[in-house]
Antibody, heavy 124, light 106 residues
Framework: QITLKESGPTLVKPTQTLTLTCTFS??????????VGWIRQPPGKALEWLAL???????RYSTSLKSRLTITKDTSKNQVVLTMTNMDPVDTGTYYC????????????????WGQGTLVTVSS | DIQMTQSPSSLSASVGDRVTITCRAS??????LNWYQQKPGKAPQLLIY???SLQSGVPSRFSGSGSGTDFTLTISSLQPEDFATYYC????????FGQGTKVEIK
């Protein structure tokens, strides 16, 4: 059974850097085709994909947020860390990490399952 | 980036109704399209992957179709537990989500 759980501060001040950790079990981030993604959701709004890291260390970032994001992995600890710099009140929302699964022999992929999410509020 | 547009943004329906939600991609994505259900205060859950494949454990009243740029999610007979928000997501390139469709009780 695959599980993921996000952890990090619930409150950050504007201009600070947010560091979130996704701790997972039930899979290895050294297995070919596997990835972990971060997705956020402002209150009452839609999902927004942020970043992805793959088993082979390849990384992808949202075009609009690329300059502020860094994603890393620690395979031995089964953790993925997302940092977002220069936080602003508009960054308030629930941040999810999710297991990215790829169908064997194809490029088809999807997020399943997701962590429970962690609410981050940006306020002075 | 590939833009995903869902319609409608919300709908009201009754238990037993057939419900159809549409998702359109700004360019062809073949069948690289996934659907998620999200209930209030909960994380999204995968319903359909690769446009038409039903995720294990998801009731058969859910189905997906489409290819290229136009996709649909259909609930054949709406149940009380189906009132939620539904999102499409393309996985052809860096992921993007639709803006969501909220299904409410009429």
């Amino acid at each position: 059974q695959i599980t993921l759980k996000e952890s990090g501060p619930t409150l950050v001040k504007p201009t600070q850097t947010l560091t979130l950790t996704c701790t997972f079990s039930g899979f290895s981030l050294s297995t070919s085709g596997v990835g972990v993604g971060w997705i956020r959701q402002p209150p009452g709004k839609a999902l927004e994909w942020l970043a992805l890291i793959y088993w082979d260390e390849d990384k992808r970032y949202s075009t609009s947020l690329k300059s502020r994001l860094t994603i890393t992995k620690d395979t031995s600890k089964n953790q993925v860390v997302l940092t977002m710099t220069n936080m602003d009140p508009v960054d308030t929302g629930t941040y999810y990490c999710a297991h990215r699964r790829r169908e064997s022999g194809s490029y088809l992929n999807w997020f399943d399952p997701w962590g429970q999410g962690t609410l981050v509020t940006v306020s002075s | 980036d590939i833009q995903m547009t869902q319609s409608p943004s919300s709908l009201s329906a009754s238990v037993g109704d057939r419900v159809t939600i549409t998702c359109r991609a700004s360019q062809s994505i073949s069948n690289n399209l996934n659907w998620y259900q999200q209930k209030p205060g909960k994380a999204p859950q995968l319903l359909i992957y690769a446009a038409s494949s039903l995720q294990s454990g998801v009731p058969s009243r859910f189905s997906g179709s489409g290819s290229g740029t136009d996709f649909t999610l259909t609930i054949s007979s709406l149940q009380p537990e189906d009132f939620a928000t539904y999102y499409c997501q393309q996985s052809y390139s860096t992921p993007t989500f639709g803006q969501g469709t909220k299904v409410e009780i009429k």
